[in-house]
């Protein structure tokens, strides 16, 4: 199985059993080869009423993580999702912000661009994970 991004093992603050984290692999069959027909910066809607939102899926404290769609265009059908490598930057208050993109395309053109980002908090002391959700399937995108 490939994973979105390594996640700690001491990471799952979930309550409800039904939701976890999904693969690289999972979250591409469940878009590849549907077409986004509805969107605004925070979701996109595929012909077969699939909702991806972008969420903090884990923090503690005061870390926190989420994002935004970008650049999105409507009635072209996914044929392939890509996850970016994490940005990490350190403020001078000690706290790193991770940043990641994760590009959906249809052919070699990109159409929709989900920015994602999470910080770890006053100090650097908590940590967050910032994930593309599909129902209760959480697919980590970027972490701090």
């Given at each position: 199985m490939?994973?979105t991004?390594?996640i700690p093992?001491?990471?799952?603050?979930?309550?409800?059993?039904?939701?976890?984290?999904?693969?690289?692999?999972?979250?591409?069959e469940?878009?590849?080869y549907?077409?986004?027909?509805k969107?605004?910066?925070?979701?996109?809607?595929?012909?077969?009423g699939?909702?991806v939102t972008?969420?903090?899926?884990?923090?503690?404290c005061?870390?926190s993580?989420?994002g935004?769609?970008?650049?999105?265009?409507?009635?072209?059908?996914?044929?392939?999702?890509?996850i970016?490598?994490?940005?990490?930057?350190?403020s001078?208050?000690?706290t790193?912000?991770?940043?990641?993109?994760?590009?959906?395309?249809?052919n070699?053109?990109?159409?929709?661009?989900?920015?994602?980002?999470?910080?770890d908090?006053?100090?650097?002391?908590?940590?967050?994970i910032g994930?593309?959700?599909?129902g209760?399937?959480?697919?980590?995108v970027v972490?701090?």
């Amino acid at each position: 199985m490939t994973k979105t991004i390594e996640i700690p093992d001491w990471c799952s603050m979930w309550g409800s059993k039904d939701e976890r984290y999904g693969s690289l692999e999972e979250l591409k069959e469940l878009l590849l080869y549907k077409r986004i027909v509805k969107w605004d910066k925070d979701y996109i809607e595929l012909e077969d009423g699939t909702k991806v939102t972008i969420e903090e899926s884990e923090s503690d404290c005061c870390a926190s993580a989420g994002g935004e769609f970008k650049d999105v265009k409507l009635d072209a059908v996914i044929t392939d999702v890509k996850i970016g490598e994490q940005v990490k930057e350190e403020s001078d208050w000690g706290t790193t912000t991770s940043k990641n993109t994760v590009t959906i395309y249809h052919n070699q053109n990109p159409i929709a661009l989900a920015e994602c980002e999470a910080d770890d908090g006053n100090g650097g002391y908590y940590y967050s994970i910032g994930s593309l959700v599909i129902g209760k399937i959480h697919f980590p995108v970027v972490e701090a």
